[in-house]
């Protein structure tokens, strides 16, 4: 069931059957009868038979063209307030006005779940609340418990009603542990199709099984545990080749090693989206790492090229290079502190599992900026390095816009840098993306964060340009 309309009928909208009725009816045939066989007659017989019966075409066709010009001029009257049902569905997007013309009505999406007892009639009775509200249910998945049903809705309500109110409603109704939340656009596709997209994303990018399990499963928060540390040593997180599931939390194996580990507190995850969940992560091991291809060319203010592509843990070697080429104060304002060996750590930034990394290469393939997206629980931190003798030609504010634009087709709320107060090239990249930031500072370190409600991806393709100094 992908789109659910509710309609209730009047009582009074049921017709009496009145034996008068039926009189007046035989009578008025009778009457016409007779009429009819009098004109007849006089048309027949009479003396001004033809004339007669010109004037009664001429009378018939000047009244049918009044009730013809009367019908149009009137059709958009309203109805009558105990209308019969048509079997035609409220749009809660418009409500007639007082002089009976159309006025539209501001409306909000909502997802919405709810349990409700296992029995007939319990979800009719839920419709039946929706429907008093004028809630229109877009779009309806059920998840079957061992006791109850949970029911996940898509929801196009006025935007006057809030979401308390909406679970006041559901409350009466009778289900139990509501959770709602505001829904956009990208909502208003069936469930089919959207876990189809999902696994399509993660088939192409590696870097997509994060964000394709928070948009599978909402609001959540996802933990990549690696089973071993930076420094090298094992951390103990494993998982079951089949997983685990408990209440708020399940546990799957990571097929880079490890474990993925995904909570959503205050709502327990249905063995239905355990399913779809492991699926997903079972798709990501059977076809190993992966990067897509695609790479701009950019020309530099001096006339240089360089190209932006994505990195992978091939690039590596090519890192470390690069690492040991800065210097100390580059790797200090980078790392916040003093860095050793920078194998230890590279491996993880450079890893699909938890965001993805920009590469920027020479024209002879020298490996000299990094960009980072990294994936942080609920939060989004972007990082840049460049080497120190590519600074101050506009590369690190090219490259964290294209982060950033990542970041909103990934449908990241925001990001945020740590960095020190004193490097004024991060500072001033930030600002220049234009976008509404946070500053924090706690104990020397600064945190910038930009909310990304405002922004809008650039869709950069294969291309060539130039871009200036930043």
């Known amino acids: 069931m992908t789109d659910a309309q509710v309609r209730i009928s009047h009582p009074r909208a049921r017709r009496r059957h009145h034996w008068r009725r039926d009189l ?138 809030s979401a308390n109110e909406l679970s006041r409603a559901v409350a009466a109704a009778g289900g ?63 998982a079951p080749v089949e997983g685990v599931l408990e209440s708020t939390t399940m546990r799957l194996r990571d097929p880079n090693g490890g474990a993925i580990t995904i909570e959503r507190p205050h709502l327990p995850f249905t063995p239905t989206e355990f399913a779809r969940a492991r699926a997903l992560v079972e798709l990501d091991a059977r076809l190993g790492p992966r990067v897509p291809r695609g790479e701009d060319v950019l020309t530099l203010p001096e006339g240089n090229e360089i190209t932006v592509r994505r990195a992978a843990p091939g690039d590596i070697e090519a890192a470390k290079a690069m690492h040991e080429r800065c210097s100390d104060r580059t790797l200090a304002l980078r790392y916040h502190g003093p860095v050793a060996d920078a194998d230890r750590y590279l491996g993880h930034l450079l890893s699909p599992r938890y965001g993805r990394t920009l590469a920027v290469q020479t024209a002879s393939g020298r490996l000299v900026a990094l960009g980072h997206l990294l994936w942080d629980g609920d939060e989004t931190e972007v990082a840049l390095l460049v080497e120190d003798s ?34 004024t090239g991060m500072v001033a990249a930030m600002r220049g993306l234009g976008l509404p930031l946070d500053y924090q500072i706690e104990e020397g370190t600064l945190v910038v964060t930009a909310r990304l409600d405002t922004a809008a991806p650039t869709n950069y393709a294969v291309r060539r340009g130039h871009f200036g100094r930043g």
């Not at 994060?210 to 103990?236: E, M």
């Not at 090219?398 to 740590?418: F, I, N, P, T």
């Open 24 to 161: 007046v009816e035989l009578a008025a045939l009778f009457t016409a009868v007779a009429v009819a066989d009098g004109l007849a007659n006089l048309v027949a017989h009479g003396p001004d038979g033809p004339v007669l019966l010109i004037a009664s075409a001429v009378a018939l066709v000047a009244t049918a063209a009044f009730h013809t010009w009367w019908a149009r001029r009137h059709s958009h009257a309203p109805p009558p307030a105990d209308t019969v049902d048509t079997g035609e569905s409220l749009d809660p997007a418009s409500a007639t006005g007082p002089q009976g013309e159309d006025v539209p009505r501001e409306t909000a999406l909502w997802r919405m779940r709810t349990t409700v007892r296992d029995e007939p009639g319990s979800l009719a009775a839920l419709c039946v609340a929706l429907a008093g509200h004028r809630v229109d249910i877009l779009t309806l998945q059920t998840h079957p418990l061992a006791e109850g049903t949970v029911d996940e809705f898509l929801l196009r309500a006025p935007a006057e009603l």
């Open 390 to 423: 590519w600074q101050r030609r506009g590369i690190g504010s090219e490259l964290l816009r294209r982060l950033v634009d990542l970041a909103v087709e990934a449908r990241c709320d925001s990001v945020y840098a740590v960095t020190q107060a004193s490097n």
């Open 176 to 238: 139990s542990d509501t959770w709602t939340e505001r829904a956009d656009a990208h909502d208003l596709v069936d469930a089919p199709t959207r876990v189809l997209g999902l696994a399509t994303r993660t088939a192409l990018d590696a870097a997509e099984l994060p964000l394709a399990l928070r948009q599978l499963l909402g609001r959540c928060t996802i933990h990549s545990l690696p089973a071993v540390s930076l420094t090298g040593r094992p951390t103990g997180e494993t």
